[in-house]
């Protein structure tokens, strides 16, 4: 028995099963938050398989709001967006995403698309009384909330480099968010092999089409509830004035 246990605690049979288990107790440390509501995006842009650099422009532009008190998606946001630069997607790109070539030559520009996003989150702080913030502060009586995506990539390269190259404003509450990546490494202790692991690692299955935007919006909406059922207290961790 001895020599069988010293043979699987070689083997990492037993520290690995220890480490699954952990994530999968049941969540009882779910903490009072500052913000009320968080706001998930993900991108999808154009891409190739060969890497070479090229610019990228976002193809689907989706969003979920997810209540922090009762894990419940309240409302979404979602359109499929033209690219103008390079408006013929690759083979690669429409395998990865699942996105067509008729549903890009179908939808609309990033202007109006943002523009759409604007007007669609103005009702929400006027419907749900909130106010997107990245400081402690907010007015008594009001829901504060906050962007969340998965890395920094969505909004500190795609669609900061693609509005300055055509120029166009993107809405105040996209300057500062949460990279729930970095926070899942941080309060886990764990680096996540991609939003699929980080979701096996504590006990979810992934929903739907993985690289769709609005169904990786989704489950990264999952993860973070669950991240404050475990005791996770949410923060902003990036702005595009600086890292807080």
Known sequence: ?????????????????????????PSVRKLDQHYSFLLIIDFESTCWENRNYRTQEIIEFPAVLLNTSNGKIESEFHYYVQPQEQPTLSAFCKQLTGITQEQVDEGIPLSLCLAKFTYWIE???????????????????????????WSDWDLNVCLLNEARRKQIRTPYQLNSW?????AYKVFYQRKPNGLNGALEDVGIIFKGRQHSGLDDSRNTAALAWRMIRDGYKVEVTKSLRGVR
């Open 123 to 149: 009702n929400l702080e006027r419907e749900k009384n909130i106010m997107f913030v990245k400081s402690e502060y907010v007015p008594k009586g009001v829901n504060a909330a906050t962007i969340v995506t």
């Open 178 to 182: 949460i990279d729930l990546r970095l």
């Open 1 to 25: 028995m001895k020599k069988t246990k010293a043979l699987a605690m070689q083997m990492g049979l037993i520290r690995k099963r220890a480490v699954v288990n952990n994530f999968q107790k």
